[in-house]
Nanobody, 123 residues
Framework: VQLQASGGGLVQAGVSLRLSCAAS????????VGWFRQAPGKEREFVAA????????NYLDSVKGRFTISRDNAKNTAYLQMNSVKPEDTAVYYC?????????????????WGQGTQVTVSS
């Protein structure tokens, strides 16, 4: 499956942003989807994940209550709704797909990765 992340940009703190992850090339509904982010000089960090059928979901503690992961299998697209963004959310955001795996917070569970979309939050 090929993944393409989009929706990033330069925004001010406190606003909302929605990232999209468009999939092609395989049956999207067979895959769990995760969002990860990587800030300059830091390791790639788990942000959120969603199961192939739309659940369960899990989140990085620091984004709980602000970010929501969702998917529309009919559109082969997953989303990351980011509300009340903070400067510390600044990073390149990647979506990824996993055909199996239990630990969806681990990047090693994912076989396919999108190219990343930059999110920059100014204070």
């Amino acid at each position: 499956v090929q993944l393409q992340a989009s929706g990033g940009g330069l925004v001010q703190a406190g606003v909302s942003l929605r990232l999209s992850c468009a999939a092609s090339g395989s049956t999207f509904s067979r895959y769990h989807v995760g969002w990860f982010r990587q800030a300059p000089g830091k390791e790639r960090e788990f942000v959120a994940a969603i199961g192939w059928s739309g659940g369960p979901t899990n989140y990085l503690d620091s984004v709980k209550g602000r970010f929501t992961i969702s998917r529309d299998n009919a559109k082969n697209t997953a989303y990351l709704q980011m509300n009340s963004v903070k400067p510390e959310d600044t990073a390149v955001y990647y979506c990824a797909a996993a055909s199996g795996g239990i630990v969806l917070s681990s990047p090693y569970s994912y076989e396919y990765w999108g190219q990343g979309t930059q999110v920059t939050v100014s204070s």
